[in-house]
């Protein structure tokens, strides 16, 4: 299928984000806005210069190097009114990409350094994404985060969170944060909490530590999707289970060169993984902090690493597929997308027709 791959036509693809962090898509003037309302005291008021203490570049080292926006970013995510605020943006800034399905990943525990409680917390996320669901073309979940670097006692509350909060709006169960000396196999108790009760799983693996990492997300803690998986690359055998047993990798282009999961975005794995026949999914990680969208994501992978738009369009199914969501939710979504990329697929033929008749 002779498509041009243009920005434009890539923002009007229906797409899914799986793997968004709350804390790290706040918008820059959204930070200001609330630490003036709240008499916060940020490092400076001015956007430029926030912005460059936030947001990464090409000369980020590392993930620990890559997580310190978040210390700044959360002290204005201590209110019910910057946790609302934060989840409506982030679901109209996805939706004004065309994003109709996204996952937001937060840790409560983060945000209770103002007395808030941990349910009041979750309520004021889901209450601000269901909002912009009333008002944008976009449906969300939330998953809860425990952290490799707390007390795995931390991650049990945590998970019994999101288990009193499943089918009120949480989807699923993660552990996110360093991953270096931060074994998930420490965690287990948590992840057998949340799979007894059913809770979908989802688990931070193979950016910042080797396949074990993954091995251990998997067969520790029984991980339904992987978070980055780039290091998966690395261990053959572990490579060919992920894929048999058909378990979707969350990538994030931008982040993983960021976080140096890799060098540089031309030596990521994402198009072997593709050829190769993973469940491959693309994702932002963070919008402000890696200052990046889902379409941004797509354009990488198009420009830097060659991907067609049959293989796109694969891609983009596979992120419905894998969205923690009843059989019968994602069926709609899946047959909905078809329908849009159909269209979008004739309408752009036409349009090529068209200017090689004017030619």
Not at 213 to 223: E, N
């Amino acid at each position: 299928m002779n498509i041009k791959l243009t920005r434009e036509f890539v923002q009007k693809l229906p797409k899914t984000d799986l793997h968004v962090h709350l804390d790290g898509s706040v918008r820059i003037n959204t930070i200001i806005d609330l630490a003036k309302k709240f008499n916060i005291q940020l490092p400076t008021m001015d956007p430029g210069e926030l912005r460059k203490l936030i947001v990464c570049d090409e000369h980020t080292r590392s993930l620990e190097e890559y997580l310190r926006g978040f210390d700044i970013v959360n002290l204005v995510l201590q209110t019910k009114e910057g946790l609302y605020r934060a989840a409506y943006e982030l679901a109209e800034d996805a939706a004004n990409e065309n994003v109709r399905y996204m996952e937001v990943r937060f840790s409560p525990i983060l945000h209770t350094k103002k007395g808030l409680k941990m349910t009041e917390i979750t309520q004021s996320v889901i209450d601000g994404l269901r909002q912009a669901e009333r008002e944008f073309p976009i449906e969300t979940g939330v998953i809860i985060c425990g952290l490799r670097n707390m007390d795995p006692t931390t991650s049990i509350k945590l998970a019994e969170l999101a288990v009193a909060f499943k089918n009120r709006g949480v989807v699923g169960f993660d552990l996110a944060g360093s991953e270096f000396n931060y074994p998930a196999k420490e965690h287990k108790e948590a992840f057998e909490l949340s799979l007894k009760n059913n809770l979908n799983i989802t688990i931070h693996a193979g950016e910042a530590y080797g396949p074990d990492s993954i091995h251990q997300a998997v067969h520790y803690c029984g991980a339904h999707r992987i978070g980055h998986g780039t290091r998966l690359v690395e261990d053959g055998d572990l490579l060919n289970y992920v894929n048999d047993h058909r378990i979707p990798l969350e990538i994030c282009i931008k982040s993983n060169f960021h976080t140096k999961a890799v060098p540089n975005i031309q030596s990521h794995p994402i198009d072997f993984y593709i050829d190769y026949g993973l469940r491959v999914t693309i994702n932002t990680d963070n919008r402000t902090i890696s200052d990046t969208t889902v379409t941004d994501e797509y354009m990488l992978a198009i420009n830097e690493l060659h991907l067609d738009y049959p293989t796109i369009k694969n891609v983009i199914l596979n992120g419905f597929k894998s969205a923690f969501l009843p059989y019968k939710e994602r069926v709609r979504l899946i047959n909905e997308t078809l329908r849009e990329l159909e269209e979008l697929e004739k309408s752009e033929l036409k349009t090529t027709i068209k200017m090689k008749e004017n030619l």
